[in-house]
């Protein structure tokens, strides 16, 4: 098992000087996962996995960052004028959230997403405000991302203590 590990570290290292030459500049990070009952899998937004090393009980998978990403389109979630204001900002109990100048009058839903791309909770229907409780979250970075009419409009990082 040592020698295993040792193997993979040594591959993580040389392809790390191998590529010190590429000066990458990250435009995007951004990324989700699925999973079943045998299997999961985790994607990045802007990384190019350029192999990976299993020895059956770890995978290391190695990869980089694109340089450059365009964007060929944005797509108009049909809100216009809506001010959202969320606080206070590291949280430890309660996250409240206040919408200002919502013309369409139709409520938002929001996710929150651990770090791993993960929700780990819903609220269905914002109008004007809100308060969320998140006293059962672990400490760490989250982001809260609100939807209208299940289309992404704005999304923040959050700290909870």
Not at 21 to 28: C, K, Y
Not at 51 to 60: I, P, R, S, Y
Not at 115 to 124: E, L, N, P, S
Not at 138 to 152: M, P, V
Request: proline share 2%.
């Amino acid at each position: 098992m040592i020698h295993g590990f040792r193997y993979i570290l040594l591959v993580f290292a040389l392809s790390l000087i191998s590529l010190t030459g590429l000066s990458q500049e990250v435009i995007l990070t951004a990324g989700n996962y699925s999973e079943n009952s045998t299997s999961t899998l985790h994607w990045t937004i802007g990384q190019i996995v350029t192999g990976a090393e299993t020895n059956g009980a770890m995978t290391l998978i190695q990869g980089f960052n694109q340089s450059m990403i365009t964007v060929t389109s944005v797509y108009d979630v049909g809100i216009d004028e809506c001010e959202i204001n969320v606080y206070p900002n590291p949280v430890k109990d309660i996250l409240s959230v206040l919408i200002k100048k919502n013309e369409s009058n139709k409520p938002l839903s929001a996710h929150i997403i651990n770090g791993y791309g993960q929700k780990v909770q819903v609220i269905q229907s914002i109008e004007f405000s809100e308060k969320i409780d998140v006293s059962q979250l672990i400490q760490g970075i989250y982001y809260l991302s609100f939807y209208y009419e299940e289309n992404l409009f704005q999304t923040f990082k959050i700290i909870v203590l």
